[in-house]
C-alpha cells in the first residue's frame, strides 16, 4: 500500500479467521498507518501469519482500504495492490 499522491491519508487492515456461526476466532488488526501530507512514501508490504488458532475456522474475512485524513478536501485515498489471503496446512 502506499498514498496515491502527497496528500494526507490513512491505511487499515484487518483479516479475522471466522468459526461457522461467522464469529472470531483469531484477529489480525494492526493500527492504522497514516501518510503526512507533503511527505513522498515508498510502497510498503504487510504480511501476517495465523498460528495456534485451534480448530473450529470455516471462513475468513479481509478486509482493508485507506482514505484521505479528515483534513483533505480531494479523494487521492490510497493505492493497494496484489492483496491476498493464503491458506496453507500446518504439518
Given at each position: 500500500?502506499a498514498?496515491?499522491?502527497?496528500c494526507?491519508?490513512?491505511?487499515?487492515?484487518?483479516?479475522?479467521?471466522?468459526d461457522?456461526?461467522?464469529?472470531p476466532?483469531?484477529?489480525?488488526?494492526?493500527e492504522?498507518?497514516?501518510?503526512?501530507?507533503?511527505?513522498?512514501?515508498?510502497?510498503r508490504?504487510m504480511?501476517?501469519?495465523?498460528?495456534n488458532?485451534?480448530?473450529?475456522v470455516?471462513f475468513?474475512r479481509f478486509?482493508?482500504?485507506?482514505?484521505?485524513?479528515?483534513f483533505?478536501?480531494g479523494?487521492?485515498g490510497?493505492?493497494?495492490?496484489n492483496?491476498?489471503?493464503?491458506?496453507?496446512?500446518?504439518?
Amino acid at each position: 500500500y502506499a498514498p496515491l499522491s502527497d496528500c494526507g491519508s490513512e491505511y487499515q487492515i484487518c483479516v479475522e479467521l471466522l468459526d461457522e456461526k461467522k464469529k472470531p476466532i483469531s484477529t489480525f488488526q494492526p493500527e492504522k498507518v497514516f501518510f503526512q501530507k507533503g511527505k513522498m512514501y515508498p510502497w510498503r508490504q504487510m504480511t501476517h501469519v495465523f498460528m495456534n488458532y485451534g480448530p473450529g475456522v470455516r471462513f475468513i474475512r479481509f478486509t482493508h482500504g485507506g482514505k484521505d485524513t479528515k483534513f483533505q478536501k480531494g479523494q487521492h485515498g490510497i493505492q493497494v495492490t496484489n492483496s491476498s489471503v493464503e491458506i496453507c496446512p500446518t504439518e
